[in-house]
C-alpha cells in the first residue's frame, strides 16, 4: 500500500473518530436533564410564604365599631357635663332665687339632673367610657354671670338660662338618638328628654309670671 493510500485511510479514520466523538457529545448533553427553573423561582416565595405564616396574625376592630364607641362616650359626656352645668346653677338659685317658685325649680332641676347623671354614669361605666368630673368653661362662665345678680334680675337670668340651655340639648339629642347605633345610648336619650322638655316648659311658664 502506497504511503498516499496509507495517509487516506488515516484520514477516513481520523474523521470517523471525530464524527464519533461529537454524536457522543450531542447525545450526553440531551440526556442531561436540564435545571428546574420553576423550582429556582418557586423558592423565594415559599421562603416568603413560610414568614408571613410564622408573625404573629393581628386582629384589627371594625372601623364602624369603633366609630361607634367614640360616638357613645361623646354623648355621653356632653349629658354629663349639661348635667353638672344644671345642678351648679340650681345650687345657686336655691339660695339667692327670689322667688318661692323659682326657689322650687331650682331644687326640682337639681334633683332631676342628678338622678339623670347617675343613668349617665353607669352607661359610661357599662362601655367603658371615661367622664371629666369637672365642668368645661361655658358652665363655669354662666356660673359667675349669675353670681353677679340679685333679686328678680337673678330669677329671670337663671330661668332664661335654664330654658336656652334646655332647648339646645333637646335638640341635639334628638339629632343624635336619629343618628345613633348604640342601644343602651338610644334607651338613655329616651329617657332624658321627656325631663328636659319637662324643665323647659316649667322654665317657660315661670318667665311669663315673671314677666307679668
Given amino acids: 500500500m502506497g504511503t498516499q493510500k496509507k495517509f487516506k485511510v488515516s484520514r477516513h479514520f481520523f474523521v470517523a473518530a471525530l464524527v464519533a466523538t461529537a454524536i457522543g457529545g450531542c447525545s450526553a448533553k440531551r440526556q442531561q436533564p436540564a435545571p428546574d427553573a420553576n423550582a429556582a423561582v418557586a423558592s423565594p416565595a415559599a421562603q416568603a410564604t413560610q414568614a408571613a405564616e410564622a408573625k404573629p396574625r393581628v386582629t384589627h376592630v371594625p372601623s364602624a365599631e369603633v366609630s361607634s364607641k367614640n360616638t357613645s362616650a361623646a354623648i355621653l359626656e356632653q349629658i354629663h357635663q349639661a ?7 340650681g345650687k345657686i338659685a336655691e339660695q339667692k332665687a327670689s322667688s318661692d317658685e323659682v326657689r322650687a325649680y331650682a331644687d326640682q332641676l337639681v334633683k332631676d339632673h342628678t338622678s339623670a347623671d347617675q343613668m349617665v354614669v ?3 361605666q357599662k362601655k367603658g367610657a371615661r367622664l371629666r368630673d369637672s365642668q368645661g368653661s361655658h358652665g363655669k362662665v354662666a356660673q359667675q354671670k349669675l353670681s353677679s345678680a340679685s333679686g328678680a334680675q337673678f330669677d329671670r337670668l337663671f330661668l332664661e338660662q335654664s330654658s336656652a340651655d334646655h332647648k339646645k340639648l333637646i335638640s ?14 338610644e334607651a338613655l336619650i329616651d329617657k332624658i328628654v321627656p325631663i328636659l322638655q319637662q324643665h323647659n316648659d316649667l322654665a317657660q311658664i315661670l318667665m311669663k309670671k315673671e314677666q307679668a
Avoid: P, S
Fill in 83 to 89: 348635667d353638672l352645668k344644671e345642678i351648679a346653677i
Fill in 122 to 124: 353607669a352607661t359610661a
Fill in 172 to 185: 341635639e339629642l334628638q339629632q343624635e338618638r336619629e343618628d345613633a347605633t348604640d342601644d343602651d345610648v
